[in-house]
């Protein structure tokens, strides 16, 4: 039985079902928004790069409830080899690598079709529904979003919403019609990408890196006995060829070194690299956010997760101005926020992804001779692998140079993500299990002050107190001090001597009401 087809007007309509859009949906939905989800695609995707779920990510996905089923249907990662020219150059042993600053403290594998499909389900049982082969035309800005749309059938239909956001690729319908610049480039290589059975001693269920002088394979292990997700490069002749490529067409010089014995390939594609971001993520009520708005190598497994990040960001900002509880001008800082990091974050990506894939001989003496020799001695130091793991893991991602960002208190800022306290042996819970109830709140770490308690009954704030503990020292977070906490976990105003008054001057400033 088809389901029912949905109103056509919403307070926010979706264009694009990838990882993205269907978060943003979520989210929405989630915090009483009235969402349309429309994809061009007859179905949703079989096959995908991204492979990697980052900790950020299952933080954001525990509010929303379905961290423990991507962590359950994923596959944590404990240890990654670094080959080179045939010989494994180093092993290092990642465990939980962030042990203390995530309750996912790992790399988790889990490939985007089956991430996709989970997402699509889950919005199912809350009402919505992807409606695909529904293509936008294009639209206008007024007060409302009046857009166009082709149906199934040809027919085109009129939708109206409060608002429209672009979840729809780099080719981006939305991005194209605002007529906002991409900026960028595209890297030289032609890559291939595909999940395969095979057999040989590197499908061990551990993630293997090979560099060599002009080739490198990336061997993800994927849930199943011989499953594996390769990503490579084309042979050399072939970089130029777009189309009716094969297996047969890959660069076999690794994969013989490497002594992988493919025997079937399940899907192959191939791609090329772009590193892109676009000028303006917002105009009016519209919004760009995901491949739509940046798109970067796949160095660190960023890609995917940073659209998610953007949905979050966006969802509840966008549900706060509809439902009355924020001045519009909050919608400023979406771009503010987010398209800094995207900047970094490509800017980055593309130092170290030129250093694997360049074939000067500088690079190759680095990626060869050089990193192999130093990385295993960095991964044993404590420091070095907590920075690794905050970088990686998006846990680092902070907004202290938005206007929604005030205050210090301890070594927290405002923009910067809570930090995780784990929970007292025996206690359920820890302090991010408030942050299910996606909504503003107020910690407390140690004693808190009366006025505290008043201000939060009369402006209907959430307060939570957790007992102090000498360990929460390392947290960055000060005794007694007073943190609000945006719906997205982030820290919106850290307050060391406690004051009330400081949290209702800030939410008398921008307008938030609980």
């Not at 206008?140 to 040809?154: C, F, I, M, N, S």
């Not at 791609?271 to 739509?292: K, L, M, P, S």
């Not at 503010?336 to 030129?354: K, M, P, Y």
């Not at 025996?426 to 991010?432: H, M, P, T, Y």
Request: hydrophobic share 40%; charged share 20%; with cysteine.
């Amino acid at each position: 039985m088809s389901p029912q087809r949905q109103s056509p007007d919403a307070d926010v309509l979706i264009v694009g079902a990838g990882p993205t859009g269907l978060v943003l949906a979520f989210w929405l939905t989630r915090l009483g928004v009235r969402v349309r989800v429309i994809d061009k695609a007859p179905e949703p995707g079989t096959t995908s790069r991204a492979v990697g779920v980052q900790a950020r990510t299952l933080e954001l996905y525990r509010q929303i409830g379905i961290a423990d089923e991507v962590v359950e249907r994923g596959l944590k990662m404990q240890t990654a080899n670094l080959w080179t020219a045939g010989t494994r150059a180093a092993r290092v042993v990642l465990g939980d690598i962030g042990a203390g600053f995530s309750p996912y403290p790992y790399v988790l594998v889990f490939p985007q079709d089956e991430h996709e499909q989970m997402l699509i389900e889950h919005l199912a049982e809350v009402g919505v529904h992807v409606e695909r082969r529904t293509e936008l035309v294009g639209f206008e800005d007024t007060d409302r979003v009046h857009a166009r749309l082709k149906r199934p059938d040809g027919s085109e239909e009129a939708c109206t919403a409060a608002y429209i956001t672009g979840c729809d690729g780099t080719h981006s319908t939305v991005r194209d019609t605002l007529q906002v610049g991409f900026p960028g480039g595209t890297y030289a290589h032609l890559f291939y990408v595909a999940d395969v059975d095979a057999g040989g001693p590197v499908m061990n269920g551990e993630i293997h890196v090979a560099l060599d002088t002009t080739d490198f394979l990336l061997v993800f292990p994927l849930k199943g006995k011989g499953r594996a997700r390769l990503i490579g490069t084309v042979r050399e002749e072939f970089e130029h060829q777009h189309e009716n490529l094969s297996w047969n067409d890959v660069s076999q010089q690794v994969i013989r070194w490497m002594r992988i014995d493919v025997g079937h390939v399940h899907w192959f594609s191939t791609y090329h690299v772009h590193h892109r971001v676009a000028d303006h993520f917002r105009r009016g009520h519209a919004f760009i956010a995901g491949d739509a708005a940046h798109v970067h190598s796949p160095v660190g497994g960023q890609g995917m997760n940073t659209g998610i990040g953007d949905a979050a960001n966006l969802a509840w900002k966008l549900a706060a101005v509809l439902h009355g509880r924020a001045n519009a001008a909050v919608l400023d800082s979406y771009e503010s926020e987010r398209i800094a990091f995207a900047n970094r974050l490509v800017a980055t990506t593309d130092q170290v992804f030129t250093g694997v894939t360049s074939r000067g001989a500088i690079a190759r003496h680095v990626r060869l001779d050089i990193v192999p020799r130093v990385l295993p001695a960095l991964f044993r130091i404590p420091a070095v692998r907590r920075f690794m793991f905050r970088t990686v893991s998006q846990t680092a991602v902070n907004y202290r140079h938005s206007s929604l960002s005030e205050g210090s208190a301890g070594d927290v800022h405002g923009g910067d993500r809570l930090p995780w306290v784990h929970p007292i042996h025996g206690v359920d819970g820890d302090n991010f299990s408030p942050l299910t109830s996606l909504d503003w709140q107020v910690h407390v770490y140690g004693e808190v002050a009366p006025e505290i308690r008043e201000m939060c009954r009369a402006r209907r704030l959430k307060l939570h107190v957790f007992p102090w503990r000498s360990e929460i020292t390392a947290t960055g977070l000060l005794r007694d001090a007073v943190y609000l906490v945006r719906p997205d976990g982030y820290v919106a105003l850290a307050d060391r001597e406690g004051r009330a008054t400081a949290i209702t001057s800030y939410l008398d400033a921008h307008g938030f009401q609980s």
